[in-house]
């Protein structure tokens, strides 16, 4: 069973940053898709973005286009999440996930087989 590892997730203040970044020992993440998923108490899991196998394509929700960013680096095998402009209503637990995809990738919670154990992040003042 391939897992992920995420890292990353931290307590900061509305306006703050954080890098959470993926990971994993068994499995290369420059052959997978990989995306970004966040679960709200009392809230189903979203996701926030993801990037394809070849990093020629991104997407990200309507609630944090234009304050997050998505990058690969293949050399260290991470796939990491640049945060900026933080709000209270970005907390949640992150989860990262991959898929073995050709194209662009995908938001949707059914295309990904592969996940890990989640990253806290809590922005509160």
Do not use: H
Request: aromatic share 10%.
């Amino acid at each position: 069973q391939f897992q992920l590892v995420e890292s990353g997730g931290d307590l900061v203040q509305p306006g703050g940053s954080l890098r959470p970044s993926c990971t994993s020992s068994d499995f290369a993440l420059s052959q997978y898709a990989i995306a970004w998923f966040r679960q709200a108490p009392g809230k189903e899991r979203e996701g926030v973005s993801c990037i394809n196998l070849s990093s020629t394509f991104r997407n990200f929700s309507d609630s944090v286009k234009g304050r997050f960013t998505i990058n690969r680096d293949n050399a260290k095998n991470t796939v990491t999440l640049r945060m900026r402009g933080l709000k209270p209503e970005d907390t949640g637990v992150y989860y990262c996930a991959a898929a073995a995809s050709l194209g662009v990738c995908s938001l949707s919670n059914n295309q990904y087989k592969y996940w890990g154990q989640g990253t806290q992040v809590t922005v509160s003042s």
